[in-house]
């Protein structure tokens, strides 16, 4: 099968990914084999190739919001059958057993592995995962349209839950990338007043269509002070601007797996007042169960701009460089 690897992190302008011919993955008695027919590009993924993010195998196939066809079940496998249509998230698997597990916080597993990163994913044509790891995807969604959901999606439902964010308040974005895109859809139906913090004018207006009250970059001030706000951009400075403008007792959160240094603050300017500021690491199976649901009642609508997979590296340049206009995704076949 035809796949882009990454043996060694570079830069992205270096073109870290090549295009090889592997043998197709035989699954385990409790994974299921999934043809792949897209695939999204993640901020995550940039990080992979670029060595933000430590590796556990190498060489790896990267991507983890994939798309596809079950074509062959293992032996244990009872909740999906060749032909379903089936959905792959940054989850791959947990070991069930630990604290964390028992807790309901399966996202913080001591022995949690990452789909393209600890394991191959989704920049292939064909991949495995254990059956319980993976999404049947709501009936109104095309593939291509699925895809930004699968994390840009996932996560980002995750941290407005987390931003504690209730109807009928007023929440910030900074950044306005794939998952801020799914993420206004979300915060408006919960009947959230959202204000944006951006610099491209195509992610400003993107902001707008979608509902945005105002739409300013981070030294702006917005009409209002914020009761939470998210951070889905990696740039630690954004940090004191999105405090500077919370109100007190209000919370942020940091949405990304990798971000630089946060500056050093003032606790009586930024943090004093009972604000908070929290981390999201990763995600549990049931926020994806949750998004798809509320993504299908909604319904959300996914912008996405297609390449092809031997595009990957230029796909994630322009992801880099901020000319993905909300969500990235390869088409496999």
């Not at 974005?173 to 959202?194: D, L, M």
Request: charged share 25%.
């Amino acid at each position: 099968m035809k796949a882009m690897m990454l043996h060694v992190p570079k830069p992205i302008e270096e073109d870290p990914l090549e295009l090889v011919e592997v043998p197709v993955p035989e699954p385990k008695p409790d994974e299921i084999l999934i043809q792949i027919n897209v695939c999204g590009i993640c901020h995550t993924d940039l990080h992979t190739m670029e060595g933000e993010l430590s590796l556990k195998k190498k060489p790896v196939i990267p991507g983890h919001q994939v798309v596809g066809v079950v074509k062959q079940s293992g032996k244990d496998c009872k909740r999906f059958v060749p032909g379903d249509s089936v959905g792959v998230a940054w989850l791959h698997a947990t070991c069930g057993s630990c604290a964390y597990c028992r807790e309901g916080n399966e996202n913080l597993c001591e022995k949690a592995q990452f789909t393209g990163l600890d394991v191959d994913g989704g920049y292939a044509e064909y991949m495995v995962i254990p059956e319980d790891f993976a999404y049947p995807i709501p009936d109104g969604f095309s593939e291509r349209e699925a895809a930004p959901l699968l994390c840009a999606g996932i996560i980002g439902y995750r941290a407005l839950r987390l931003s504690e964010i209730k109807p009928g308040q007023r929440l910030g974005f900074y950044g306005f990338g794939a998952s801020a895109h799914v993420s206004i859809q979300v915060a408006i139906h919960w009947g959230c007043t959202v204000y944006v913090f951006t610099r491209g004018e195509k992610h400003q207006e993107l902001a707008r269509k979608l509902g945005a009250a105002w739409v300013g970059q981070a030294q702006n001030d917005p009409p209002e002070k914020l009761d939470s706000s998210v951070i889905f951009a990696p740039a630690g400075e954004l940090v004191l601007d999105a405090l500077r403008v919370l109100r007190k007792g209000g919370t942020l959160a940091l949405a990304g797996i990798y971000m630089t240094p946060i500056p050093q603050m003032d606790y009586g300017t930024y943090l004093y007042h009972e604000r908070t500021i929290r981390s999201v690491a990763n995600s549990t199976r049931r926020d994806g169960e949750e998004l798809l649901k509320i993504a299908a009642k909604i319904p959300i609508h996914t912008e996405t701009q297609l390449f092809q997979l031997d595009e990957a590296n230029r796909a994630l340049q322009a992801l880099k460089h901020g000319k993905i206009n909300a969500a990235g995704v390869l088409e496999i076949r």
